[in-house]
C-alpha cells in the first residue's frame, strides 16, 4: 500500500506529530511505501524527517506560508501568494498516488487554513483519514470553513480523535453525527514507562510541561494565583518546561510578582524522565486540550496533576486518586 502523510504542524516537530510520525515508521517496517509531507522550515527542520528517510520514505517539504519578519519581504510574500495557485502546493500527491493518505492536524480545522489544500483535497477522490490533536470546546467553526469543514469531515474514511470530549465537541461544531470516528491515545515518548521515586527535597517542587503559550496553556494565571498571600506563606518552587513565544512576557511577569525566587524558565528538555525526577507534581491549567502528552508521560512517572476540565485531561486524570481536576 502507499500511505501519505501531511503534518500541519505550527512548529517544525512537536509533540502533535508523534502519533503519525510512529505509524509512518510502522508502515515502513511492514513493507508498505510511505510519503512524509511536513512544511519547509529551512535549517530549523527536524532530524525525524532525515531518519525517516534513511529508512526508506520519501520526504516531500512543502512551501512555507509563515510571514517573514521584514516588512519589505512580507509585502513582495503576499504579493507571490495572490499570483500563484495554491493548489500547486499539492501537486507532488497527484504524481505519487497514494492509496490512502492520512492528514495529522495539530488542531481540528487548521489544516483548512493552508492555503489551496480543502480546495486541492475536496477536488479529488483521494481517500483520507484526518488526525485532530486539539480542539478549542467553545469557538465555532468561522462561516468561511464551515461548510468544507463539513464535506471534509463527512469525506473521510476515518476521523481520528485523541480524547472523545475533542470528538463530542467537533459533532457539536460541524453538526455531524460523525459516526466514522475513533478515538486513539497519543504514545508517549519514552523508554521506560515505570514509576519514578518522589524527589528528596523539603520543598515541593511544581511542574508546567508546555510550550509557553499563555492563552492555550494558561502559565500566567498559574503565577496570578501563586503570587497570593495564602501561597506565599506556602513553600513551593515552580519549574516551567518549555519555550514558546510568551517566554520574554513571562519572565516580566515572575519579576512583577517577585517570584524570582519561586519560578524558574527551565526551557525545552529532551528527557521527560529527568524532569520528574525533579519535580512531585504537574500542573496544566490550559484552556484547550487534546489530550496532553505530558499529563500522561507524567502520570505513566508516578506524579499527580492538577489540571483545568477540558479536552482529554479528564479522562486521564482520577481526582483524588492520579491527582484533581479544576
Same mark, same amino acid.
Given at each position: 500500500?502507499? *500511505?501519505?502523510?501531511?503534518?500541519?504542524? *505550527?512548529?517544525?516537530?512537536?509533540?502533535?506529530?508523534?502519533?503519525?510520525?510512529?505509524?509512518?515508521?510502522?508502515?515502513?517496517?511492514?513493507?508498505?511505501?510511505?510519503?512524509?509531507?511536513?512544511?519547509?522550515?529551512?535549517? %530549523?527542520?527536524?532530524?525525524?524527517?532525515?531518519?525517516?528517510?534513511?529508512?526508506?520514505?520519501?520526504?516531500?517539504?512543502?512551501?512555507?506560508?509563515?510571514?517573514?519578519?521584514?516588512? *519589505?519581504?512580507?509585502?513582495?510574500?503576499?504579493?507571490?501568494?495572490?499570483?500563484?495557485?495554491?493548489?500547486?502546493?499539492?501537486?507532488?500527491?497527484?504524481?505519487?498516488?497514494?492509496?490512502?493518505?492520512?492528514?495529522?492536524?495539530?488542531?481540528?480545522?487548521?489544516?483548512?487554513?493552508?492555503?489551496?489544500?480543502?480546495?486541492?483535497?475536496?477536488?479529488?477522490?483521494?481517500?483520507?483519514?484526518?488526525?485532530?490533536?486539539?480542539?478549542?470546546?467553545?469557538?465555532?467553526?468561522?462561516?468561511?470553513?464551515?461548510?468544507?469543514?463539513?464535506?471534509?469531515?463527512? #469525506?473521510?474514511?476515518?476521523?481520528?480523535?485523541?480524547?472523545?470530549?475533542?470528538?463530542?465537541?467537533?459533532?457539536?461544531?460541524?453538526?455531524?453525527?460523525?459516526?466514522?470516528?475513533? !478515538?486513539?491515545?497519543?504514545?508517549?515518548?519514552?523508554?521506560?514507562?515505570?514509576?519514578?521515586?518522589?524527589?528528596?527535597?523539603?520543598?515541593?517542587?511544581?511542574?508546567?510541561?508546555? #510550550?509557553? /503559550?499563555?492563552?492555550?496553556?494558561?502559565?500566567?494565571?498559574?503565577?496570578?494565583?501563586?503570587?497570593?498571600?495564602?501561597?506565599?506563606? %506556602?513553600?513551593? !518552587?515552580?519549574?516551567?518546561?518549555?519555550?514558546?513565544?510568551?517566554?520574554?512576557?513571562?519572565?516580566?511577569?515572575?519579576?512583577?510578582?517577585?517570584?524570582?525566587?519561586?519560578?524558574?524558565?527551565?526551557?525545552?528538555?529532551?528527557?521527560?524522565?529527568?524532569?520528574?525526577?525533579?519535580?512531585?507534581?504537574?500542573?496544566?491549567?490550559?484552556?484547550? /486540550?487534546?489530550?496532553?502528552?505530558?499529563?500522561?508521560?507524567?502520570?505513566?512517572?508516578?506524579?499527580?496533576?492538577? !489540571?483545568?476540565?477540558?479536552?482529554?485531561?479528564?479522562?486521564?486524570?482520577? /481526582?483524588?486518586?492520579?491527582?484533581? !481536576?479544576?
Amino acid at each position: 500500500m502507499r *500511505i501519505a502523510f501531511l503534518s500541519f504542524s *505550527i512548529v517544525p516537530f512537536g509533540s502533535n506529530d508523534f502519533l503519525y510520525f510512529k505509524t509512518a515508521l510502522l508502515a515502513l517496517e511492514r513493507g508498505h511505501f510511505v510519503l512524509v509531507s511536513p512544511s519547509d522550515w529551512g535549517a %530549523r527542520n527536524a532530524s525525524e524527517y532525515h531518519r525517516i528517510r534513511k529508512l526508506g520514505a520519501s520526504v516531500h517539504y512543502r512551501p512555507s506560508h509563515g510571514r517573514h519578519p521584514d516588512f *519589505i519581504v512580507r509585502q513582495w510574500q503576499k504579493l507571490w501568494w495572490r499570483l500563484r495557485n495554491p493548489t500547486e502546493d499539492y501537486r507532488f500527491l497527484t504524481e505519487w498516488r497514494p492509496d490512502i493518505l492520512v492528514l495529522s492536524d495539530p488542531g481540528t480545522y487548521h489544516m483548512l487554513s493552508a492555503p489551496g489544500f480543502a480546495d486541492f483535497l475536496l477536488d479529488r477522490a483521494i481517500p483520507f483519514i484526518t488526525i485532530s490533536q486539539f480542539n478549542y470546546e467553545n469557538q465555532p467553526v468561522s462561516q468561511v470553513m464551515f461548510r468544507k469543514a463539513q464535506r471534509l469531515f463527512g #469525506r473521510a474514511q476515518k476521523c481520528v480523535f485523541v480524547s472523545q470530549r475533542n470528538l463530542t465537541s467537533a459533532v457539536r461544531q460541524l453538526c455531524l453525527p460523525l459516526s466514522h470516528a475513533v !478515538v486513539v491515545d497519543n504514545p508517549p515518548d519514552m523508554q521506560s514507562l515505570e514509576a519514578i521515586l518522589f524527589p528528596d527535597s523539603p520543598v515541593p517542587s511544581m511542574a508546567i510541561v508546555a #510550550r509557553l /503559550e499563555t492563552a492555550v496553556k494558561g502559565q500566567a494565571i498559574v503565577l496570578e494565583i501563586l503570587s497570593q498571600p495564602v501561597w506565599r506563606e %506556602r513553600q513551593w !518552587v515552580l519549574n516551567l518546561h518549555g519555550r514558546g513565544p510568551d517566554e520574554p512576557y513571562l519572565r516580566e511577569l515572575i519579576a512583577f510578582y517577585g517570584l524570582q525566587d519561586r519560578v524558574q524558565l527551565r526551557g525545552h528538555s529532551n528527557n521527560v524522565r529527568e524532569v520528574w525526577r525533579e519535580n512531585a507534581i504537574l500542573l496544566l491549567c490550559s484552556s484547550g /486540550e487534546g489530550k496532553p502528552l505530558a499529563l500522561t508521560e507524567a502520570l505513566l512517572c508516578g506524579r499527580p496533576a492538577v !489540571v483545568s476540565d477540558v479536552g482529554g485531561n479528564a479522562e486521564l486524570v482520577q /481526582e483524588g486518586v492520579t491527582g484533581f !481536576v479544576a
